[in-house]
């Protein structure tokens, strides 16, 4: 909790020099910026239940429990997303995961409520697997896996009850991490690999894509 208080300052001290520095355009540090949040208009999901790469059926987002695991307003770039290559890729058990390419050290919070079953904090950036992890149950036989976070950057432990929008931790690229970035699944049955992960959509996505796409450029709406 330390790190996260000590992250969050952080960050706000930087975003403060930012807006001082707003005269610089080439400045190259770019920052997941908070803007106001605009309203999600739902209409404009275009959803004909789309199928992921095993068959599986993507649930219409009008309708969908998962938020974006950052606050509304935020802008944000994913990386590979589903069904896409490499270890997202058809043949392997994150096909479906969503990896969501932000800075280390960023806050990322419950894309849904449940209570966590799961908290994983003691490794340092540089092993291997699964890295530092925090799973969420949500209660109806589904769970939700953050992946990739720093030693002890994990803010809640197991057995307590999470909303959705609550402060999970901070992203990182501990085990499996070529860089940092919040790595994000739903599995049913069960958390741990190999596991039976499932299609999911996000409600408060814009643009209002039904499937996120790899490599590109996203912002969380109210929800
Ligand atoms: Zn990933």
Same mark, same amino acid.
């Given at each position: 909790?330390?790190t996260?208080r000590?992250?969050?300052?952080?960050?706000?001290? !930087?975003l403060?020099?930012?807006s001082?520095?707003?005269t610089n355009p080439?400045a190259?540090v770019?920052?997941?910026?908070v803007?106001i949040a605009? &309203?999600c208009n739902?209409?404009t999901?275009n959803y004909?239940?789309e199928?992921?790469?095993d068959?599986?059926?993507?649930?219409n987002?009008v309708?969908s429990? *998962?938020?974006?695991p950052?606050p509304? =307003?935020?802008?944000?770039?994913?990386?590979?997303?589903?069904?896409s290559s490499?270890y @997202?890729g058809?043949q392997y058990?994150?096909r479906?995961a969503f990896d969501?390419n932000v800075?280390e050290?960023?806050?990322?919070?419950?894309?849904?409520?449940?209570?966590? !079953?799961y908290v994983k904090e003691?490794?340092?950036?540089q092993?291997?697997?699964? =890295?530092?992890?925090?799973?969420i149950?949500?209660l109806?036989n589904?769970?939700g896996?953050?992946? @990739?976070?720093?030693?002890n950057?994990?803010a809640?432990?197991?057995?307590?009850?999470?909303?959705?929008? &609550?402060?999970?931790?901070?992203?990182?690229r501990s085990?499996?991490?070529g860089y940092p970035?919040?790595?994000?699944?739903v599995?049913?049955n &069960? *958390?741990?690999w190999p596991y039976? !992960?499932?299609p999911?959509?996000?409600?408060n996505i814009i643009p209002?894509?039904?499937?996120?796409?790899?490599?590109?450029? *996203?912002?969380?709406?109210?929800?």
């Amino acid at each position: 909790m330390k790190t996260i208080r000590f992250r969050f300052l952080l960050t706000f001290a !930087a975003l403060f020099l930012l807006s001082c520095s707003s005269t610089n355009p080439s400045a190259d540090v770019v920052f997941s910026t908070v803007n106001i949040a605009p &309203d999600c208009n739902n209409s404009t999901f275009n959803y004909s239940n789309e199928k992921g790469c095993d068959g599986k059926t993507y649930p219409n987002p009008v309708h969908s429990p *998962y938020v974006i695991p950052f606050p509304p =307003g935020t802008n944000f770039k994913t990386g590979l997303t589903n069904c896409s290559s490499s270890y @997202h890729g058809v043949q392997y058990p994150d096909r479906y995961a969503f990896d969501f390419n932000v800075n280390e050290g960023t806050n990322f919070y419950a894309s849904r409520g449940g209570v966590i !079953a799961y908290v994983k904090e003691d490794q340092s950036s540089q092993g291997g697997g699964s =890295g530092n992890w925090v799973v969420i149950n949500h209660l109806d036989n589904t769970f939700g896996i953050y992946l @990739h976070s720093p030693k002890n950057g994990i803010a809640v432990k197991e057995g307590d009850t999470i909303q959705k929008g &609550d402060l999970l931790g901070i992203t990182g690229r501990s085990g499996l991490a070529g860089y940092p970035h919040l790595h994000f699944i739903v599995t049913q049955n &069960d *958390y741990r690999w190999p596991y039976d !992960a499932i299609p999911i959509t996000f409600k408060n996505i814009i643009p209002a894509d039904v499937i996120v796409k790899s490599y590109s450029s *996203y912002k969380a709406c109210n929800y």
